[in-house]
Each structure stands twice: as structure tokens, then as C-alpha cells.
């Protein structure tokens, strides 16, 4: 058999979103307890910076870093690799690659 990863879009798929400093790409959309779901993969871009708008109330992200280093959250929380933040998506929240190395990280969304 073949390895997870080799189901999953690579850096060479184009992302189906482009922010100021966060590309984005669509993994999974569902419910749970009839609430929607996202998964997200996201690349962010060294040498940028992202505020996203607050999300609707109710909205919960979840982050988990799964390369390089990054300032994440309502917070600007500074994450390495293996580590998670779970915050209030109704916050502006930031998005920022620490270092010299771009971050990836997989993003939860859950909506109300």
C-alpha cells in the first residue's frame, strides 16, 4: 500500500487561497454533531504578516505546526513544529513564519 501522504496535495498544487503571508488549501469539509468542519493545510510565507478578519461568533480554530516556526493566534502565540493552539476564531487573529524557513501547519476550523 501507498502511504497517507501520497493522497494529499503537494506544495506544487496550486493553493485555493492566497492571503497576504498564508496559502491555503482546502482538505476536508464535513460535520460533527451537525456543525460544519474544515481542515485547512496552510504554507506561510517568510517575511510576511496576516491579521484575518474575526470569523463569525462561535468560530473555533485549532493549529497544529507541523514545520518551521510561526506567531499564530488572537495572541501572536509562538509555535514550533508538533506544537498546537486552539483560540477563538471571532478574534483578528495573526499569521506570521518566524525565522528563515516558511511554516506549514494544518488548521481546524469549527463553525456553530
Not at 55 to 80: F, S
Amino acid at each position: 500500500g501507498l502511504p497517507l501522504s501520497a493522497a494529499l496535495p503537494t506544495a506544487a498544487d496550486a493553493p485555493d487561497a492566497i492571503g497576504e503571508a498564508v496559502d491555503v488549501w482546502l482538505v476536508e469539509r464535513s460535520a460533527s454533531a451537525g456543525r460544519p468542519v474544515e481542515v485547512h493545510r496552510l504554507r506561510l510565507r517568510v517575511g510576511q504578516e496576516q491579521w484575518s478578519a474575526p470569523h463569525a461568533p462561535g468560530v473555533t480554530e485549532q493549529v497544529l505546526l507541523v514545520t518551521g516556526r510561526a506567531a499564530i493566534g488572537p495572541e501572536g502565540a509562538e509555535l514550533g513544529p508538533g506544537e498546537t493552539l486552539t483560540y477563538d476564531g471571532a478574534r483578528p487573529h495573526l499569521w506570521r513564519a518566524l525565522g528563515s524557513e516558511p511554516a506549514s501547519a494544518l488548521l481546524v476550523m469549527r463553525y456553530p
